[in-house]
């Protein structure tokens, strides 16, 4: 397993402040000495449509030039454009679904092999099949294109921030639903704490179903802040034969916040487990 750290907290997503360019971030995260960067595909960083072929490149060659990697890459859901995949509004989802794809290339690009997936939120006025319904439809959509630039997509619940893909069953059946050998799931623990649950148990229903995970305790703090059970989530994964990344997602829904010393504790936190 190695560790991955969440661009949000040295972005302008959800929350403006702290901002910082990304060859910043790139290369404070490996000076920590984290293995790789999760992009989150929003300005000022890496919202697709912003970036000509030269920015591109130039970003490649930041990565290339500090040895690290880029685990896994994710659009901005909400606000602005919305990228509601299960928005009653037709032009919505279908500006999500390309916005989706877009990213893909993007991980095509940078040499991430995992997209996540936010399965979207159910409007009022809105039934849960419909909105199941179209949620499933864009992920196949997504999925398939991924497949063809052998891009893995992730499913994640995100029980406190929507309501439509809350729990660990959920997540199974938008999976199984979809059918697609590229499509596996993700957690937050951030979110396992909404619910109550254990995040262990995640990762034991999950199994080999799992491909990439976010670590945050209780109000984003780092991993170690004395919540989650971190040491029984890293057995749990050891003995389901996980290898993926371990991203940090944290810090980023408040504004005072030191994002160089939160990457750093919790960098020093999961290597003293590992």
Known sequence: ???SFNTWVYSGFP??????????????????????????????????????????QEIRHVLDGEGIAVSSMLPAP??????NVASPDAPER????????????????????????????????????????????????????????GISVAVEPTSADSNLIDSCDD??????????????????????????EVP?????????????????????EPPGSGVVDYVSLIQSLRDVGYEGYLTMEIGFNRRNVEPDDMARRAYAYLRSIL
């Open 15 to 56: 929350v403006w402040v702290p901002s910082y360019p990304l060859e910043d971030v790139i290369k404070r995260l490996a000076r920590i000495g984290y293995d790789a960067i999760e992009i989150g595909a929003a300005a000022p960083h890496a919202f697709p449509d912003y970036l000509s072929p030269q920015r591109r």
């Open 200 to 220: 262990s148990d995640y990762v034991y229903r999950l199994g080999k179903r799992l491909r990439h995970i976010h670590l945050a305790d209780a109000n984003r």
């Open 94 to 149: 279908s500006a999500a679904i390309e916005m989706y794809k877009k990213v893909t290339d993007l991980c095509s690009e940078w040499g991430a092999p995992t997209l996540l997936y936010v399965a979207g939120w159910q409007v009022f006025g809105t039934g849960r099949p419909q909105a199941l319904d179209w949620t499933t439809a864009a992920l196949a959509e997504i999925a398939d294109y991924a497949a063809a630039a």
């Open 1 to 3: 397993m190695k560790l």
């Open 171 to 196: 997540v199974i059946a938008l999976m199984d639903a979809v059918n697609r050998p590229n499509v596996g799931a993700m957690f937050d623990t951030y979110h396992t704490l909404y619910r109550n």
């Open 78 to 83: 909400g606000g602005g454009a919305g990228y």
